[in-house]
Nanobody
Framework: QVPLVESGGGLVQAGGSLSLSCAAS????????MGWFRQAPGNEREFVAFISVSGRMTDYADFAKGRFTISRDNAKNTMSLQMKSLKPEDTAVYYC????????????????WGQGTQVTVSS
């Protein structure tokens, strides 16, 4: 098991920005490709963004393109999601995920998940 821990969620007004982080104490995240998913009440957990082990490859859901940026710092053992121009429909619990053999947009291919961090965007 890789205990992923998200941080950085909170309440922000529409148009604002938030930065989420993901870390794993005692485990080397540089071994894993990683991603962010989100789940709003009543909805399925959906793909947000993906980053490869090296960080050279990324992928974004259409709603995230141009507004969200995924990055990782393998030296610091962290991964981040910077979000700007937030909208009320971005309100959800955001989950960090990791795996060794991932199809980026396919939730079931990720092996490890954090507990999630709440992001609430007010109108």
């Amino acid at each position: 098991q890789v205990p992923l821990v998200e941080s950085g969620g909170g309440l922000v007004q529409a148009g604002g920005s938030l930065s989420l982080s993901c870390a794993a104490s005692g485990h080397t995240l540089s071994r894993y490709a990683m991603g962010w998913f989100r789940q709003a009440p009543g909805n399925e957990r959906e793909f947000v963004a993906f980053i490869s082990v090296s960080g050279r490859m990324t992928d974004y859901a259409d709603f995230a393109k141009g507004r969200f940026t995924i990055s990782r710092d393998n030296a610091k053992n962290t991964m981040s999601l910077q979000m700007k121009s937030l909208k009320p429909e971005d309100t959800a619990v955001y989950y960090c995920s990791a795996g060794t053999s991932i199809t980026p947009r396919v939730r079931s291919t990720y092996n490890y998940w954090g507990q999630g961090t709440q992001v609430t965007v007010s109108s």
